[in-house]
């Protein structure tokens, strides 16, 4: 049977960014809520000035259905026009007073949800510093934008509304309902037999509820997450013409969203009017009891009209919270997703007893290993020494773990065995924040923050001037590379460095290397983007630039390493030769090998 090609779907595509099995939980989690609350703490003034709002407007919102009844029942029916005037001008009164309460139960609500979801961004914006690099590696960006985003943006509804809308319902039911038990117990009594009905149904309901809006979270989430990755490889994606192919991916994830919404919208299309469907039947009710026990003589017509206008406060207080219901289940499930982000322990933090240490650039591996996951080793014993001011070149083909190296001595990562000694001390006795300040890094790619170009090479020491920062560009010898744009180095440049030549893009994170005036030096393939004749140009500011510093280049193209101090061949994690450039060639093992093919390649290539 011929095999067919794997077709990419929406669920494959989707995965990527897929929370992973979460489990089914309770919808109302009174720990996630009181967690929630939490972050009203710091303030608690505004919390209860409007909690002192919402109960007053849970009070006056039936005496103002209760005044209307009491006009109606009074001076309307005994045809009294003063009275008349007097009841109108009363309620007119309380009706502003009403409005009143809610102006300002309006706005501390909003200034409450606003300070929350400031705390909760804040908070998370901070953990996520002190997360290792090996999270945003597994960690999709759009997700995290989503927690921020959507996800922080629904709390903020449920902190400033859910709850205290719900109140204000729960107090106007409890207000209606002593108005009602003093008009008349026994018709009372026959609405407090109705209500289970009503809690059957908010029963049934809760779970499916919870889990649609748990759905429509998480498919959110996919497609945020996937609309970041579509904007950042753009490129690849009008590179190989897959802009058809990835639209129509991206179109089932948002046609999934959409019908996790449609879910939604059945089950709220359903459960809403059912419940306004039996607050009515429930008033018909009232009206054919009430009706009975009025021709009886037992019940007053007046009091008869206040217990219905009543009950429809009652029941519609029901519909609202209901509908608050629905936005709670929101809330709790943006609630759970930002909380697991919070709840995200880093692999590692810094040792209690680390400290600040100035470095002198003496840099050893002592029998080190390292893993990223169990049972697969990316570095096998490896051991050697980096003498302050001296280079080490690190070669080998891709996977070898010359990138790992550079990543442990900028303690991007801890070893998983062995010992990383800098100037003697263990790495983990070293805080840091201290270290990064003293370590630059130029990478292959030379990422870029939106702005100008002086902004992006003060990124290595943001107290420079203008001066020092032209300073760094003469050493390097590239001021007329930049300084023949538009604006120079105040020229504008979009994400990651839109805007500017490749080239360009370099030449700004040599410099802001250079500013940093660093004491260890690591260039990760940092002249690859950069052209022969460039490259020769810059390599004597390079040398400037690496002088007195100890310095790791990772390099492919060996012409960049042929001044090293000392030369490391890796292989499978391993190094397998070490000398210098020449010391390796007179060797004629592996390196002598690799540097001929880089030599014909060149020279096919110049051909």
């Excluded at 590692?348 to 697969?376: I, M, Q």
Aim: glycine share 6%; net charge positive.
């Amino acid at each position: 049977m011929k095999e067919r090609p794997l077709k990419p779907t929406p669920q494959l595509f989707a995965s990527l960014s897929h929370d992973g099995g979460e489990p089914d939980r309770q919808p109302l989690n009174f720990a996630i809520i009181r967690r929630l609350f939490a972050f009203t703490k710091p303030y608690q003034k505004l919390r209860w000035k409007l909690v002192f709002f919402v109960l007053l407007r849970s009070m006056l919102l039936p005496l103002n259905a209760w005044a209307t009844g009491a006009i109606l029942a009074g001076p309307v029916k005994n045809s009294d026009m003063p009275g008349i005037w007097i009841a109108a001008a009363a309620f007119l009164a309380l009706v502003a007073f009403t409005q009143f309460t809610f102006m300002f139960r309006m706005r501390f609500a909003l200034q409450l949800g606003e300070s929350v979801v400031h705390d909760v961004r804040e908070k998370m914006f901070r953990h996520l510093r002190e997360q290792p690099m090996k999270f945003f590696n597994e960690v999709r960006a759009g997700k995290l934008i989503a927690r921020f985003t959507s996800d922080a943006d629904t709390v903020r509804s449920g902190v400033q509304d859910v709850l205290f809308i719900s109140l204000i319902q729960l107090g106007q039911m409890l207000v209606a309902a002593v108005i009602m038990a003093m008009c008349d117990l026994p018709l009372f009594l026959i609405l407090v037999c109705m209500t289970p009905v009503l809690w059957g149904l908010n029963n049934h309901f809760r779970k499916r509820l919870s889990r649609v809006h748990r759905a429509v979270q998480e498919s959110f989430s996919r497609v945020t997450a996937t609309l970041a990755e579509s904007v950042s490889g753009i490129r690849v994606t009008q590179g190989f013409s897959r802009e058809r192919l990835n639209a129509g991916l991206f179109g089932d994830l948002v046609r999934d969203h959409a019908n996790f919404n449609y879910d939604v919208a059945k089950a709220s299309g359903l459960f809403i009017p059912l419940l306004e469907f039996n607050n009515q039947f429930f008033i018909a009710v009232l009206l054919m009891a009430g009706g009975w026990r009025v021709i009886e003589g037992r019940m007053d017509i007046g009091d008869l009209y206040q217990f219905v206008i009543m009950s429809g406060l009652f029941f519609s207080s029901i519909i609202v919270i209901g509908q608050q219901f629905n936005a709670a289940l929101s809330s709790m499930a943006a609630a759970e997703r930002v909380f697991k982000v919070l709840d995200t322990e880093p692999d590692w933090r810094d040792a209690p007893h680390a400290a600040p240490h100035t470095l002198a650039g003496r840099v050893e591996f002592e029998n080190l290993c390292f893993h990223y996951n169990p049972g697969r080793p990316i570095l096998d014993n490896i051991s050697f020494t980096a003498e302050p001011g001296k280079t080490i070149a690190l070669v080998g083909h891709t996977g070898s773990g010359k990138s790992t190296i550079i990543n442990l001595v900028a303690k991007f990562y801890l070893p998983t065995s062995g010992r990383l000694l800098l100037d003697g001390r263990d790495i983990t006795d070293i805080s840091s924040n201290s270290l990064h300040r003293q370590i630059s890094v130029v990478f292959q790619q030379n990422f870029l923050f939106s702005g100008t170009l002086i902004d992006n090479i003060r990124v290595g020491r943001p107290g420079a001037t203008d001066d020092d920062v032209r300073a760094a560009l003469a050493k390097l010898e590239c001021t007329d590379a930049l300084e023949s744009l538009p604006q120079g180095i105040y020229t504008h440049v979009g994400e990651r460095g839109a805007g500017i030549s490749l080239g360009q893009r370099q030449l700004v994170c040599f410099a802001r290397a250079m500013i940093a005036d660093p004491r260890i030096m690591i260039l990760d393939e940092a002249t690859s983007a950069i052209d022969a004749i460039t490259e020769i140009k810059i390599q004597r500011a390079l040398s400037l630039l690496l002088k007195g510093r100890t310095a790791f280049v990772v390099a492919h193209r060996l012409s960049t390493i042929r001044n090293a101090d000392l030369v490391l061949l890796l292989q499978n994690g391993r190094i397998i030769e070490r000398g210098s450039h020449d010391e390796l060639i007179a060797q004629d093992g592996a390196y002598a090998r690799l540097y001929t093919q880089f030599v014909k390649a060149t020279n096919r290539g110049a051909a």
